[in-house]
């Protein structure tokens, strides 16, 4: 190209001065002067300057103008992105007599990175160490070296506004290759060379090239700064980037291939102790915007990025060492060991990600292979350009390299193409020659020694920006507007007199107020009289005060509120009186009552001793919790009107619970209405907006409206204790609406929290080791389960997820277990077995999709489970875990031969596993084979080790034992059921069992007990009745009765036994 065409960018570099200058020299006058370096050239120096000794100061104040000039303007960016301008101080001894002219001596030098121009600097000022140009030092001290203060500038801004904002800075960092091949050696006279290819701009593609990678030892420590990719005249430290430094991160965080479990043995050898060949190096590109989409849809096309490695003579890395055509170079140097590292550049597609790091494999390069995999024409191979721009000894150099690979290779044909290089743009192979490349024999030593090199990239702006966190909160606002936390009252008769306390001590306050105004001067004189008789006087005057100012009516009026709520709450008056008579006794009892109370708050807001602070009222979780169990229980009973009462119970009492809400819009997905669970869902997100369950339910249930799904999504994401199975319910989301970028993505997030979970987990498991080696007990420490997603309890057995159990146990209700089934049954899930506590090179024992299986299970959103378990299919290898969440969605969907199918297969894998006999008697119970179902419990029972949800298996198996008339066996199962978790219909059981076999003590106590638990049970009433008649109680059974027909007892079988039983003793009816 004509040097007219080339594009120039004018450089202005001032030099103020260098101090801490320490001469070579004390008994002359030294002069000095700084050569001004970029590329390979000298572009122009100072002028020389005396130093001055005393103050170690050499003052320049020069400036020099040069252009940095590149075919064109693209190129001449990309120049100054990755090549510094090196600063070089020299000094100048005077000559002697018989010399012709000044000596000089380097004292060293400086790079300084014009990076910051193309960010949008107008100018880079500074002040760097001026090291020497001897080795690179891992440990140096710059305090002690000179310091050179300039500014670079260039003569118009690089770039605009619109393009700073638009444009990215792309770097390529390659740290070491490791496991290299046996036979490599330090000093071996060989380097190696990395290139890529990196798009610039629309139609302009950069080889991105770091050579000088060096075989080294484990001894032998990297500098703790990354090199230049193009160190130019740079020598020594002058060849690190200022600033950069290197930066590891953990191997499972890592996005490359060698990140998993079972590659951290292989990787800690290969990178202690054994020999790898280090670049340490970093290159940088400025990509314009139309090079940020062209960039973006090559990797969202192909997916995977060439990375190419290969090795050439130490002196052919040289300026002109290849060429020359002397003695002891008459053949040209050829590359080998040419392979190729597929790069999976998909994560730079993830919104906001910025950074990629990993791990990578190197394969022999084999140009069919490599165009299969990128998606790139054949022949488009770096491999020439990067050693163009290495300069090694210009084309015939190549073409002769090419044609000694010829001889052992296997031929692919190769057309020609066009790069731009270092800053140079060359057409390779413009003589349209047929070429051929292909896997050369020493390439397969990288597959044999398994060789991976290391790569980082990074960007200054991701390709795909991130919705912040605020912008999100805000988008949630938008649709579910946050609502203020209700106010907490706590109701009766103690909180009325605690409102009137209060109040009296206000307005004591008041009036205290009031005394000091009217005495106050008295007061601090020290001149009250203390008589009966002044002390009277004195409460005159303050009373006439208060009535004269209005202050006694407004008193009066602020204590009259609470007064009113005292007579309603406390003394439960609502209505008029009958007579004046009754009227007079009321209002003396309620004066009695609120001038002792009066005297009680006066004497706490009085005292002067100190007074225990009273302890807060005990928490309402464990009734709250015993209040879920009831309706989880009716809920699985088919009694859904009665769990929608309880849950209901639930909002009455804590209305501004986010939990509460949630677990009634998973009831509400469990009776089919939708839009019930949806404003439930939405009502939780409206209390707490980070609460992550309510955002990911009311994602799912909002699942058509694609853009409030994907927003509420991604705001679950934001919340600080975000699980497994928040990502991978996101990555389902993104696979249904065919995102598949962002699906990998939301997958590998949740896997790499899974991982994270499970080290977690075996440190704690170690840690509990320890202690129980070093502190005899005498109990086993049993490690705790890991939670499956945040603000979830993890055992699953404290939380009584309980089965369909039929209402009536009686031996008459054997044909009632055979009616139908409501529409759609509660079905009891498992809890997800915890990962195994595994060691560091061990894999974690569950993969997230089955633990998200089980959570979306749980909630009721059975479709969404079943796309969890398709994964979990494909990606991961069956277990018994698999079949029995794949049963419990079969049992939901109440297709109930493919469950016990499914769990058939489960039993394939664990004859022995509890759950799995647990859910096989769940399916025969509901398709009414009692005798399948009944042996399937015994054999759960008789396990060691306990399933799930044990509560569930001794309500049926209980159940089993009524309905075939073994009542002591129903009697020993049902009380281990009250045991575990006392309900009303635990101990209704006992009741039934114990009134069957004749022991009527016994029944009515277990009656009582399940009446104190739930007063509002008709069959409780109607038992008690029974057993009142039988005890011939009179009253107390014609009482129990008329309960059991006020709370609309309906079991016909039962009224009819009542009956007959009060015609044979002839009471307990009140109608007869």
Same mark, same amino acid.
């Given at each position: 190209m004509a040097t007219d065409d080339a594009y120039t960018v004018p450089f202005t570099v001032s030099i103020s001065r260098c101090t801490n200058f320490k001469p070579s020299r004390q008994d002359v006058q030294m002069t000095s002067f700084v050569r001004v370096e970029f590329g390979s050239r000298t572009q122009s120096e100072t002028g020389r300057v005396p130093l001055v000794a005393a103050e170690k100061t050499a003052q320049y104040d020069a400036q020099i103008t040069f252009a940095v000039s590149a075919p064109t303007r693209y190129a001449a960016l990309d120049e100054i992105a990755h090549k510094p301008i090196v600063l070089t101080i020299v000094e100048c001894v005077p000559k002697d007599k018989k010399a012709k002219e000044d000596k000089t001596n380097v004292v060293g030098q400086a790079s300084v990175d014009l990076l910051p121009l193309l960010r949008g600097q107008s100018i880079v000022t500074g002040s760097q160490a001026v090291f020497p140009t001897g080795s690179v030092e891992i440990d140096f001290a710059s305090d002690s070296l000179p310091q050179i203060e300039y500014s670079v500038a260039p003569s118009s801004p690089l770039l605009s506004d619109v393009e700073i904002k638009e444009g990215n800075v792309f770097s390529v960092r390659i740290d070491s290759m490791y496991s290299i091949p046996d036979g490599w050696a330090p000093g071996g006279g060989y380097t190696f060379t990395v290139s890529l290819p990196v798009p610039i701009a629309k139609a302009t593609e950069a080889t991105v090239v770091l050579p000088q990678g060096q075989v080294k030892v484990?001894?032998?420590?990297?500098?703790?700064?990354?090199?230049?990719?193009?160190?130019?005249?740079?020598? %020594?430290?002058?060849?690190?980037?200022?600033?950069?430094?290197?930066?590891?991160?953990?191997?499972?965080?890592?996005?490359?291939?060698?990140?998993?479990?079972?590659?951290?043995?292989?990787?800690?050898?290969?990178?202690?102790?054994?020999?790898?060949?280090?670049?340490?190096s970093e290159r940088r590109c400025r990509l314009d915007?139309?090079?940020?989409?062209?960039?973006?849809?090559?990797?969202?096309?192909?997916?995977?990025?060439p990375v190419e490695i290969f090795r050439l003579p130490a002196a052919a890395t040289q300026p002109g060492g290849g060429g020359g055509g002397g003695s002891k170079q008459k053949e040209d140097p050829m590359p080998t060991y040419h392979g190729i590292a597929y790069v999976n550049l998909t994560p730079l597609l993830y919104p906001g990600a910025t950074r990629l790091r990993g791990a990578y494999p190197i394969q022999p390069y084999i140009d069919s292979e490599v165009s299969e995999k990128t998606k790139r024409s054949l022949g488009t191979s770096t491999l020439d350009v990067a050693m163009r721009s290495i300069s090694v000894a210009g084309t015939r150099s190549i073409a002769s390299a090419r044609g000694n690979r010829k001889k052992s290779a296997i031929l692919t044909p190769k057309p020609s193409s066009t790069f731009i290089g270092t800053g140079t743009q060359a057409e390779v192979g413009t003589e349209a020659i047929p070429e051929f490349v292909a896997a050369s024999v020493d390439s397969r030593a990288y597959v044999e020694s398994k060789t991976y090199v290391v790569v980082e990239i990074s960007m200054d702006r991701p390709f795909v920006e991130k919705r912040s966190t605020e912008s999100l909160a805000r988008m949630v606002r938008d649709v579910v507007p946050p609502r203020a936390a209700f106010p907490k009252r706590i109701g009766g008769a103690d909180a009325a007199v605690g409102d009137f306390h209060r109040e009296i001590a206000r307005v004591a306050s008041h009036v205290l107020d009031e005394f000091r105004c009217a005495f106050g001067e008295k007061l601090s004189q020290n001149e009250l009289a203390l008589s009966s008789e002044a002390a009277a006087h004195r409460r005159k005057q303050l009373v006439y005060h208060l009535n004269t100012s209005g202050k006694y009516h407004l008193f009066k009026e602020q204590l009259k509120r609470v007064v009113v709520n005292v007579v309603r709450e406390k003394f439960a008056h609502k209505k008029s009186f009958r007579d004046a008579t009754s009227r007079r006794a009321f209002l003396g009892q309620l004066y009695v009552f609120l001038v002792d109370e009066m005297h009680r708050s006066l004497a706490k807001t009085f005292t002067v001793d100190s007074i225990a602070a009273v302890p807060a009222p005990a928490s309402p979780v464990d009734d709250d919790a015993v209040i879920k169990h009831f309706a989880r229980e009716a809920e699985v009973n088919f009694n859904y009107e009665l769990a929608s009462r309880f849950y209901q119970e639930r909002l009455a009492r804590d209305v501004g619970n986010a939990d509460h809400w949630v677990d009634y819009g998973r009831?509400?997905?469990?009776?089919?209405?939708?839009?019930?669970?949806?404003?439930?869902?939405?009502?939780?997100?409206?209390l707490?907006?980070?609460?992550?369950v309510a955002?990911?339910?009311?994602?799912?249930?909002?699942?058509?409206r694609n853009d409030v799904a994907e927003t509420f999504l991604e705001s679950a994401?934001?919340?600080?204790?975000?699980?497994?199975?928040?990502?991978?319910i996101v990555g389902l989301y993104y696979e249904m609406t065919h995102?598949?970028?962002?699906?990998?993505?939301?997958?590998?997030?949740?896997?790499?929290?899974?991982?994270?979970?499970?080290?977690?987990?075996?440190?704690?498991?170690?840690?509990?080791?320890?202690?129980?080696?070093?502190?005899?007990?005498?109990?086993?420490?049993?490690?705790?389960?890991?939670?499956?997603?945040?603000?979830?309890?993890?055992?699953?057995?404290?939380?009584?997820?309980?089965?369909?159990?039929?209402? %009536?146990?009686?031996?008459?209700?054997?044909?009632?277990?055979?009616s139908p089934l409501p529409a759609q049954p509660s079905i009891v899930v498992p809890s997800s077995p915890p990962p195994e506590i595994v060691d560091e090179e061990e894999e974690t024992g569950e993969s997230i999709f089955l633990q998200a299986a089980y959570f979306l299970l749980e909630m009721q959103a059975t479709d969404w489970a079943a796309k969890a378990l398709e994964h979990e299919f494909i990606d991961a290898s069956t277990s018994a875990s698999y079949y029995i969440a794949l049963a419990c969605v079969n049992m939901q969907r109440k297709l109930y031969d493919q469950a016990r199918g499914n769990l058939t297969e489960a039993l394939v894998y664990d004859y022995q596993n509890p759950d799995t006999w647990a859910q096989l008697g769940h399916v025969e119970y509901l398709t009414g084979n009692r005798e399948e179902a009944k042996a399937a419990y015994e054999r759960v029972l008789d396990f060691i080790s306990e399933a799930s949800d044990m509560h569930t298996v001794y309500l049926r198996l209980g159940s089993l034992y009524i309905q075939e008339e073994q009542y002591e066996g129903a009697k020993h199962t049902f009380l281990l059921a009250c045991k575990r978790s006392p309900?009303?219909?635990?101990?209704?059981?006992? %009741?039934?069992?114990?009134?069957?076999?004749?022991?009527?003590?016994?029944?009515?106590?277990?009656?009582?007990?399940?009446?104190i638990l739930n007063n509002a049970d008709p069959e409780v009433w109607g038992y008690l009745a029974m057993v009142c008649l039988r005890s011939g109680r009179k009253v107390e059974a014609e009482q129990a009765y008329k309960y059991a027909l006020k709370v609309n007892l309906c079991d016909e079988k039962l009224l009819e036994e009542i009956g007959r039983l009060q015609d044979e003793v002839g009471f307990g009816d009140p109608a007869k």
């Open positions: 484990p001894s032998d420590r990297d500098p703790p700064m990354r090199r230049w990719s193009y160190v130019g005249t740079a020598q %020594g430290m002058s060849q690190l980037i200022q600033g950069s430094e290197v930066r590891s991160i953990p191997y499972e965080d890592e996005d490359g291939d060698f990140k998993s479990v079972r590659h951290v043995a292989f990787r800690r050898e290969a990178e202690r102790s054994r020999p790898r060949v280090a670049w340490n915007a139309n090079a940020c989409a062209t960039f973006q849809s090559l990797i969202a096309k192909s997916r995977v990025w009831f509400a997905l469990l009776i089919g209405d939708r839009a019930k669970a949806a404003e439930c869902f939405r009502e939780a997100v409206s707490d907006q980070r609460h992550a955002l990911l339910m009311y994602a799912i249930v909002a699942a058509d994401t934001t919340v600080d204790d975000v699980g497994v199975v928040t990502w991978t995102d598949d970028v962002r699906a990998e993505m939301a997958f590998i997030e949740a896997r790499r929290a899974n991982a994270g979970r499970a080290r977690a987990a075996a440190a704690a498991a170690r840690r509990r080791r320890l202690e129980r080696d070093d502190v005899s007990t005498e109990t086993e420490v049993i490690p705790p389960p890991v939670e499956i997603f945040p603000d979830q309890p993890a055992d699953r057995k404290s939380s009584t997820t309980l089965a369909a159990v039929p209402r %009536g146990l009686t031996a008459s209700n054997v044909s009632a277990a055979k309900t009303a219909f635990s101990w209704l059981g006992v %009741g039934i069992a114990c009134y069957r076999m004749g022991d009527l003590s016994e029944a009515e106590d277990a009656l009582c007990e399940a009446n």
